[in-house]
């Protein structure tokens, strides 16, 4: 690429979990609190009736909070950003005040965009960017230093429609190189 090549920003995209009574603050830690209170309560319940030690099921218990944890946090607190510029589409995660770039994918790296819901089994190194439902995801593939990636993306219509034209005149730009 010439080094004196202007880059041009054509999009920017934040996709964002739609607002729930958990994405307050004071929510959380009431849930937080009444989750290990009932897994206290089931310890000590399984204790009195079947026996069963404290040691044995508050780990367990403990490791289901923190799923369940995990699993929210991941569902209604994390963001993503797809930035597309002339010749890169960068995918961004934010969660909270911190912001991790998943991929700088440039466009003529892309092999083939799709937008399929069904999972494939793939040795490939796969990244998911994306937010539920499933049914939004678009699935962008690259060929990147021999490497073939994955990304999954739930992007707007309108997003995927300049990615899928951007994508078009990088390769084209390329093949007449």
């Given amino acids: 690429m010439d080094e004196n090549a202007i880059i041009t920003l054509i999009a920017i995209e934040t996709i964002a979990p739609k607002r729930r009574f958990t994405r307050s603050t004071g929510a959380i830690y009431i849930i ?19 026996f069963i030690p404290r040691f044995v099921t508050q780990p367990i218990l403990y490791a289901v909070i923190a799923a369940v944890c995990y699993f929210v946090y991941r569902r209604n ?5 797809y930035t597309l510029t002339t010749n890169t589409l960068a995918i961004e995660q934010i969660g909270g005040s911190e912001e991790k770039t998943l991929a700088a994918i440039d466009l003529s790296c892309i092999c083939q965009i799709q937008h399929d ?19 939004n995801i678009t699935w962008v593939l690259a060929n990147e230093d021999g490497k073939e990636s994955r990304y999954a993306i739930s992007a707007s219509s309108e997003f995927l429609d300049q990615l899928n034209e951007q994508w078009r005149l990088a390769k084209s730009a390329d093949e007449n190189d």
């Fill in 77 to 81: 607190y994390l963001r993503y950003r």
């Fill in 117 to 135: 819901t069904t999972k494939e089994k793939s040795k490939a190194k796969t990244v998911y960017a994306y937010l539920p439902p499933r049914k």
């Fill in 32 to 50: 937080l609190i009444a989750l290990i209170i009932g897994s206290m309560s089931a310890g000590n319940l399984l204790y009195e009736r079947f």
